[in-house]
């Protein structure tokens, strides 16, 4: 493979010093007119690209972004903020600020309060969004203000945010789904589900694709009225609890959320650990010891730090007006068991 080009070799090839190229590359003054030509003529016949983050410092402009995120504990959006943590060195190389704002996500008019304050302050916003009216205005008054927007984890597509960032989640609802009626393997009863909110797109449609495919392969499971624990380790654990008393024939769960530690403690304490098929998602700390143990059965995955750098990335390139790289930006899906755990 051929070493990259610099700036050395352009000044050579053009036959000028390494100062007149450089004055070149950034537009100053100075330069005679054929000059300028002969340096970009080199330039466009060695396809040369110079380094971006040169590049951007060069301009001079530097940029605010901010990340509207769930308050609490939530390991997985604890994930994405450490990793968004490990991106200082890069972004800081192209002139760029990610604030990390924390708020209610549940609550239509927290969110878009605290969207709202963000209006004219910032030059691109990623949000955990709530699918909601208030919300979906204050995604357009930002976009209006001039911002980039782009939906992380949970989209609003009726609003005129620029990107979504994050899985298929319907066809994650379809794994998981396809996952509990093969482990149940023939089993009659009913099943659970335990969410955050039905407002949150991510987990409406992670739930209308499970219910999608139990309902036309598993029709000996029963698909009970979904349980919103708003993601929350007590509530999750009353609710599971509650759930268990009055249906002893429950014989799968689907944790679209998280809330995980509250929903596992329950099934432990009431004996129905690993008798019950337990599907969730993400991998974290808790979920891995929880699927080692036996009490969780399958964790559907996606990368945190895959989410984090694709949200900066695709957030500069809308600012900067240039192509996103769709493949590179598509998040996987990826069915973690005990037996391939990362």
Do not use: C
């Not at 899985?167 to 396809?178: E, M, Q, S, V, Y």
């Not at 797109?201 to 999608?212: K, L, M, T, V």
């Not at 019950?276 to 891995?288: A, M, P, S």
Request: aromatic share 4%; hydrophobic share 45%; glycine share 8%.
């Amino acid at each position: 493979m051929n070493a990259p080009l610099t700036l050395r070799d352009i000044a050579r090839q053009a036959g000028v010093s390494l100062a007149t190229v450089d004055r070149v590359l950034h537009n100053r003054p100075g330069v005679r007119p054929d000059t300028v030509r002969r340096v970009k003529d080199a330039m466009a016949r060695s396809a040369f690209q110079p380094h971006a983050a040169a590049s951007e410092l060069a301009r001079a402009r530097s940029r605010r972004f901010a990340f509207v995120m769930p308050v609490g504990v939530n390991p997985f959006m604890q994930q994405i903020q450490a990793h968004l943590g490990e991106l200082g060195n890069w972004m800081a190389a192209r002139r760029l600020t990610a604030d990390v704002v924390t708020t209610d996500v549940f609550d239509p008019a927290v969110l878009a309060g605290k969207l709202e304050d963000l209006v004219g302050r910032v030059d691109g916003v990623a949000v955990v969004a709530l699918d909601h009216p208030s919300v979906r205005a204050a995604i357009n008054d930002l976009v209006e203000a001039g911002a980039k927007v782009v939906t992380l984890v949970s989209d609003v597509p009726s609003s005129r945010r620029h990107h979504y960032v994050g899985i298929d989640n319907i066809a994650a609802g379809r794994t998981a789904g396809a996952l509990v009626g093969r482990f149940a393997g023939g089993k009659t009863g009913r099943v659970a589900i335990m969410a955050g909110s039905q407002g949150l797109r991510d987990h409406a449609e992670r739930i209308f694709g499970f219910s999608q495919v139990l309902a036309a392969e598993f029709r000996q499971l029963e698909v009970l009225p979904v349980a919103e624990g708003h993601d929350a380790d007590d509530r999750s654990e009353h609710l599971m609890r509650k759930l268990l008393a009055e249906h002893h024939d429950i014989v799968g769960l689907y944790n679209v959320g998280a809330g995980t530690a509250g929903v596992a403690k329950a099934l432990t304490e009431s004996g129905r650990a690993g008798d019950i098929v337990f599907v969730g998602h993400d991998v974290t700390t808790l979920t891995r010891k929880l699927l080692l143990s036996g009490v969780m059965h399958a964790a559907i995955s996606q990368n945190p730090g895959h989410e984090a750098r694709s949200a900066v990335r695709v957030l500069l390139a809308l600012a900067r007006g240039e192509p996103i790289l769709s493949e590179q930006e598509a998040i996987r899906i990826d069915i973690v068991m005990r037996d391939n755990l990362p």
